[in-house]
């Protein structure tokens, strides 16, 4: 039965690597075009999306399984900011979807810690979605006045003498 788990597992890391992989990409452009809150969500959610890694990890080496560290889905090279936090909102909604089936499927294997570390993992990418559909609704409310203004706070920012 912990075969099963760890396949599961090992799905996650590698569905993990490749949302670190895409936020951080998603973070540097959000950086380079000036829009500096929406590029710190971004990081942000890379770093929880490691800290998820690492979690996993501890319970695959628990399960006494290997660690595959590899993405699992290519790089979607987008540098619209409405495109990001759309794709980044279906992908949460995916992974909500995925991790549910996953405490599912482990509670069936017998495995209610790794359940647990599923059902855990679904908190926190609804959080993640949650944030995202906030940004994509406050585009939609303000438009590109909203963006403008956090690039007018990077200029503000800068502009100070240190």
């Known amino acids: 039965m912990k075969e099963k788990s760890i396949a ?8 993990e690597l490749s949302a670190i992989n895409q936020y951080m990409y998603f973070h540097f452009h959000c950086d380079d075009q000036g829009y500096d809150m929406l590029g710190a969500l971004f990081k942000k959610t890379a770093i ?7 979690k996993i990890a501890d319970r695959i080496l628990f399960l006494k399984g290997d660690i595959v560290m590899e993405p699992t ?6 540098s619209d900011i409405r495109e990001m936090l759309s794709f ?8 909500i979807i995925q991790y549910n089936q996953f405490a599912k499927e482990s509670t069936e294997n017998m495995d209610s810690v ?5 059902e ?9 979605f949650d944030q995202f559909d906030t940004e994509i609704d406050n585009l939609e409310r303000f438009g590109d ?5 956090q690039s007018i706070e990077r200029s503000k920012t800068r502009s100070v003498v240190q």
Do not use: P, W
């Open 8 to 15: 599961l597992l090992n799905k996650a890391i590698g569905d």
């Open 73 to 78: 889905q290519k790089m979607h090279y987008i």
């Open 48 to 54: 929880e999306e490691m800290r998820h890694v690492e």
């Open 145 to 149: 006045r909203y963006l403008a203004l």
């Open 88 to 95: 980044s909102a279906k992908e949460e909604e995916y992974a």
């Open 114 to 118: 790794t359940k647990r570390l599923f």
């Open 120 to 128: 855990d993992l679904v908190i926190d990418e609804e959080r993640h």
